[in-house]
């Protein structure tokens, strides 16, 4: 038996965070920022845009997106002109996500 394709996610799907947060969000400092600032480079979490450090950027979990930003299955192959490249994500986020959406780096 073979399965279905998993199709590709719309962006009101993923999503699961709302704009008025999201704009909250990418401006809240972590706490313990300005102790830890080499701590982090800049990764922010694709879904709700809350700051991560380099290390739960490294070891979290990474989405693959297109250029019109739907999430593409783990498994599935693209063609290139139509891939953004991979994101990360925050745990948090992370686990609204079906598995097959979502990938740890190796
Ligand atoms: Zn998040």
């Known amino acids: 038996m073979t399965e279905q394709p998993l199709p590709l996610l719309e962006p009101e799907v993923w999503r699961t965070?709302?704009?008025a947060k999201r704009e909250k969000n990418k401006y809240i400092v972590p706490k313990g920022y300005?102790?830890?600032?080499h701590l982090?480079?800049?990764y922010q979490c694709h879904i709700c845009l809350k700051r991560m450090t380099d290390e739960a950027t490294e070891k979290g979990w990474w989405v693959h997106m297109t250029?019109?930003?739907?999430?593409?299955?783990?498994?599935?192959?693209?063609?290139?002109?139509?891939?953004?490249?991979?994101?990360?994500?925050?745990?948090a986020c992370a686990k609204k996500l079906r598995l097959e959406y979502r990938s740890q780096l190796l």
């Not at 250029?67 to 498994?75: A, D, F, M």
């Not at 063609?79 to 925050?90: H, R």
């Open 17 to 19: 965070c709302s704009e």
């Open 40 to 42: 982090y480079s800049g």
């Open 67 to 91: 250029v019109s930003s739907q999430l593409v299955p783990v498994n599935t192959e693209i063609a290139e002109e139509l891939s953004q490249g991979w994101f990360p994500i925050g745990n």
């Open 34 to 37: 300005r102790e830890n600032r």
